[in-house]
């Protein structure tokens, strides 16, 4: 039982390059979601997707972009990467909808830019 | 707006002793209200959930939680705490009409030997 599958684990990068964060999930789940986590501020909603096909900015969208390839995943994009943002993200997918369903987490990757 | 805060930022207990961790949050109306734990290197499990009846509910790992609608908590607590419960807990509240949580800045728990 896999739940929330995130690669990879580490990156480095270089200022400017660009890199795809994959998830996936293997619950069924509707919704999904991207976050990030710097020390002393908690989780951070980058983006997230209410469901297949839709894809809603959160508390810090800037410089990132996603795609719902499928029900199964989501995926985040830095098309040129910064130092700020160097840190650990998340993804999470719950039921989604009404009914308070909570979220389920991967491990995260942890980014580091150069 | 929406917010959750946790005031304690580190918290040190001894092994044993009772342990209370805070959160408060401001929301329009009565959230879904959660705490979850996270270890080292690890994504965050969910320990318990609020939703609505009794205001005590009890969680994984024997971790509880009460809400007081009129102080705006959802404080966590646990008994006797063991040396494993070291790790770093968030709170989270989310709207009735949808799953777009909140998390507080996280509470790191140290204990003692």
């Known amino acids: 039982n896999a739940g929330v599958t995130q690669t990879p684990k580490f990156q480095v990068l270089k200022t400017g390059q660009s890199m795809t964060l994959q998830c996936a999930q293997d619950?069924?789940?509707?919704?999904m979601y991207w976050y990030r986590q710097d020390p002393g501020m908690g989780l951070r909603l980058i983006y997230y997707s209410a469901s297949e096909g839709t894809t809603d900015k959160g508390e810090v969208p800037n410089g990132y972009n996603v795609s719902r390839l499928n029900k199964r995943e989501f995926s985040l994009r830095l098309e040129s990467a910064a130092p700020s943002q160097t840190s650990v993200y998340f993804c999470?997918?719950?039921?989604?909808?009404?009914?308070?369903?909570?979220?389920?987490f991967g491990d995260g990757t942890r980014l580091s830019i150069l | 707006a929406q917010s959750v805060t946790q005031p304690d930022i580190h918290i040190t207990v001894s092994e044993g002793a009772s342990l209370e961790l805070r959160c408060n949050y401001s929301y329009g109306a009565t959230p879904y209200l959660f705490w979850y734990v996270q270890s080292p290197g690890q994504g965050l499990q969910l320990l318990l959930k609020y939703f609505s009846g009794d205001t005590l509910v009890q969680g994984i790992k024997g971790f509880e939680a009460e809400f007081k609608r009129s102080q705006s908590s959802f404080n966590l607590r646990k008994p006797s705490v063991h040396w494993s419960d070291a790790a770093e807990y968030f709170c989270?509240?989310?709207?009735?009409?949808?799953?777009?949580?909140?998390f507080g800045s996280g509470t790191k728990l140290n204990v003692k030997p």
């Open positions: 999470a997918s719950s039921g989604g909808g009404a009914g308070g369903q909570p979220q389920h």
């Open positions: 989270a509240v989310g709207p009735r009409d949808f799953n777009k949580f909140y």
């Open positions: 619950m069924n789940h509707n919704s």
